[in-house]
Nanobody, 124 residues
Framework: QVQLVESGGGLVQAGGSLRLSCAAS????????MAWFRQAPGKEREFVAV????????RYADSVKGRFTISRDNAKITVYLQMNSLKPEDTAVYYC?????????????????WGQGTQVTVSS
């Protein structure tokens, strides 16, 4: 069982930065692939980024590639999403998710555990 709690969301101007954190519970955190998804108003939830068990392998949605960075600290049982050069279209509720597999999967149906989400609002 893994419990996830996101933090770090807020209101930022376009071009600014935010760092989201996702604190996990559970002694097997290092065996879970960790991902970030987001859901904008009126839209379906979409994949943002995923990191492997070690954090050494990552994958990003095209819309955030080069601007967002996912990382994880297994000692602190936390995964991060550094978001730079934010755009109004990045406005969404951001969720972290954990999956008990090794592949860098982008489909939300693969993930077993989810956080409650944190709101990110980017003003123009």
């Amino acid at each position: 069982q893994v419990q996830l709690v996101e933090s770090g969301g807020g209101l930022v101007q376009a071009g600014g930065s935010l760092r989201l954190s996702c604190a996990a519970s559970g002694r097997t955190f290092s065996r879970y692939t960790m991902a970030w998804f987001r859901q904008a108003p009126g839209k379906e939830r979409e994949f943002v980024a995923v990191a492997s068990w070690s954090g050494g392998s990552t994958r990003y949605a095209d819309s955030v590639k080069g601007r967002f960075t996912i990382s994880r600290d297994n000692a602190k049982i936390t995964v991060y999403l550094q978001m730079n050069s934010l755009k109004p279209e990045d406005t969404a509720v951001y969720y972290c998710a954990a999956g008990g597999f090794a592949a860098l999967r982008t489909g939300e149906g693969w993930y077993d555990y989810w956080g409650q989400g944190t709101q990110v609002t980017v003003s123009s």
